[in-house]
């Protein structure tokens, strides 16, 4: 059994729609991932095979902080998902082992921070925590114990204005 873990191929595409489909169970993911890649919003879009079928996947898109003060440098970072693996591939090792080839990888070790909504259980142990805890909220209704924020080991802390809004690309809005 061999996994191979590198950037998207354009054989990829439909297998990672797939991937996102069984993985969450409905579309709204894999459409996310589409639109994404057709506007040119993905810093990074890494899949996972065995033996040369594709079976996790992860993307990291552009977002800015709205009413920053700050350079634009910092004022961007990197968001986190969609992430999936293929139910019968799950609790084997390969979500962690795909979000960390993604954080330690060139395009987003270079990024200020990443951002994501998610479990914390999950996230944490790579270093992910509450947004809330640098000042920055989430422009989507979510629970802030589940907007979390990882500063990318060596870069500046961030510091936001109390009540910056972190905004994602639009095609979020229609997940
Ligand atoms: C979430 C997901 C990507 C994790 O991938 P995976 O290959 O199943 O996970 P791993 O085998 O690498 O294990 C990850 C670890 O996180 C834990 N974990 C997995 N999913 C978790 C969740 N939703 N919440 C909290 N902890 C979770 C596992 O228990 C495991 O912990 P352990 O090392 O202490 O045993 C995968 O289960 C999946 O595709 N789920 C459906 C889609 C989804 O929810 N995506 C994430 C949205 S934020």
């Avoid at 961007?76 to 090792?93: N, S």
């Avoid at 979500?95 to 479990?119: C, D, N, R, Y």
């Avoid at 790579?126 to 979390?148: D, M, N, R, T, W």
Wanted: hydrophobic fraction near 40%.
């Amino acid at each position: 059994m061999s996994f191979v873990t590198q950037p998207e191929r354009p054989d990829d595409h439909n297998p990672i729609t797939n991937i996102h489909r069984q993985a969450f169970g409905r579309d709204n993911e894999g459409r996310l991932v589409h639109r994404l890649r057709r506007e040119r919003q993905l810093l990074l879009s890494l899949v996972t095979t065995h033996d040369n079928a594709p079976v996790a996947h992860i993307a990291f898109s552009p977002v800015t902080v709205s009413g920053s003060q700050r350079s634009a440098a910092l004022a961007t970072g990197a968001a986190l998902g969609p992430v999936g693996v293929l139910p019968k591939y799950q609790g084997q090792g390969l979500g962690l082992q795909i979000i960390e080839a993604a954080l330690e990888s060139e395009a987003i070790s270079q990024t200020p921070w990443q951002v994501l909504v998610g479990e914390p259980a999950l996230y944490g142990r790579f270093g992910f925590q509450a947004a809330s805890k640098y000042g920055l909220k989430c422009e989507f209704q979510v629970p802030p114990e589940y907007f979390l924020l990882r500063v990318t080991p060596g870069a500046a802390t961030p510091s936001f204005e109390q009540g910056e809004t972190l905004h994602y690309h639009n095609a979020f809005h229609s997940v």
